[in-house]
């Protein structure tokens, strides 16, 4: 067993239910309390209001109500699923339109979870990672964050989420714990059910500590080697991988969950024995375990998936320090779909295919 890491300060006391933002504020100008309180639930459920929902309820809807809220149900969300792409693992990666002609993706998974985006694109730049290719767009705001797992549940039921997308959330900080509180409060996701995905920095774990409600935390680590992280991590926080660890775990003390220590296994790179080596000493007496991600190959990079059994090898051996650890195979692999590779498709895709002319300007069929 790892040991728990003690923390200095006292956990902050929650805040109440009452104190938190609700999700959709609108429907409570459209309808009365209680009518407004079950159409924001059976949206953040990813059903469309019906007046026999209402009804079923002994809270059925006026006609001048039900036509308020078809109204805005035709208008709600500022999202929309441009494309869904089904993968033999049983995910359902989903490329998601924003208002501003953006894309993003959002995965629902068949164990109930959700992969959200926080960013269009990522200023990290991992090597490996296909999100920060094209560089950062913009920050999400809360409510296209959310209506991501609106999305994700109307795919199949949902009732955890992971913010593992494209994105640093510590860069879109305030927007990402607004999201947290949102689905706290109007989705019924609570914050032990959510996971926090970072790089980390000190400033990043200062604002979650800060937060009213505190997600759990997984650290992006790739490698116990500071140079090598460095070289894999270009745009990451210059503080050294033993000062995250440090920063992580106080964190995690407040908020009283595990640390998940993500780990992308690249053959040759950080899969070796020195790498357990040093991830065992890192870890020594921190609460949290080590997922290990089998790396999904983009074209043009100089990477190489570290095989399955070497994994299995590397899982062993980091138990046998008395760390636990697990093997997450990356999802979409049989699509070409691992994060950022669909956006960035669907992006060229767009850039490759001329703007239709209408037949007036052009003297075509306009076929």
């Not at 109440?16 to 159409?39: G, I, M, N, Y």
């Not at 200023?123 to 290719?133: D, L």
Request: hydrophobic letters at 45%; one cysteine or more.
């Amino acid at each position: 067993m790892i040991e728990r890491t003690e923390a200095s300060a006292r956990p902050a006391e929650p805040a109440p239910a009452s104190a938190l933002p609700v999700a959709l504020p609108e429907l409570d100008a459209l309808l009365p309390t209680a009518k407004a309180r079950l159409a924001r639930r059976l949206v953040l459920e990813g059903k469309r209001p019906e007046p026999a929902d209402f009804a079923a309820r002994a809270l059925a809807l006026s006609k001048p109500e039900a036509a308020r809220l078809a109204a805005w149900e035709e208008t709600a969300l500022t999202t929309r699923v441009a494309e869904r792409v089904p993968s033999d693992d049983g995910s359902a990666r989903l490329v998601v339109k924003l208002r501003d002609g953006e894309l993003i993706e959002t995965v629902a998974m068949p164990v109930g979870a959700v992969c959200v985006s926080t960013q269009v694109g990522c200023a990290v730049a991992c090597r490996f990672c296909a999100s920060g290719m094209n560089g950062l767009k913009r920050n999400l705001a809360a409510a296209e964050i959310v209506e991501q797992v609106i999305h994700a549940r109307r795919e199949r039921r949902i009732d955890r989420v992971v913010y593992m997308g494209m994105g640093e959330p510590s860069h879109n900080l305030a927007n990402v714990l607004e999201a947290v509180a949102l689905l706290k409060s109007s989705a019924g996701i609570g914050p032990a059910r959510q996971t926090f995905s970072t790089v980390g920095s000190a400033k990043a774990f200062a604002g979650l500590s800060a937060a009213r409600v505190k997600p759990c935390l997984a650290l992006s680590l790739h490698s116990a080697d500071d140079a090598i992280r460095r070289e894999l991590l270009p745009n990451a926080a210059p503080e050294p991988v033993a000062e995250l660890v440090a920063g992580a775990a106080r964190y995690a003390a407040l908020q009283k969950k595990p640390i998940v220590f993500e780990w992308t296994l690249l053959a040759g790179v950080n899969d070796r024995d020195e790498d357990v080596a040093q991830l065992a000493a890192l870890l020594k007496g921190v609460r949290g375990y080590v997922n290990f991600i089998r790396w999904n190959p983009v074209a043009g990079m100089p990477f190489t998936p570290t095989s399955f059994e070497r994994a299995v090898e590397l899982r062993e051996q980091v138990k046998a320090h008395g760390i636990l650890a697990t093997i997450r195979a990356s999802t979409g692999r049989d699509v070409d779909a691992a994060c950022g590779q669909l956006r960035r498709r669907s992006t060229i895709s767009t850039l490759a295919t001329p703007p239709r002319t209408s037949s007036t300007a052009t003297g075509s069929d306009g076929k």
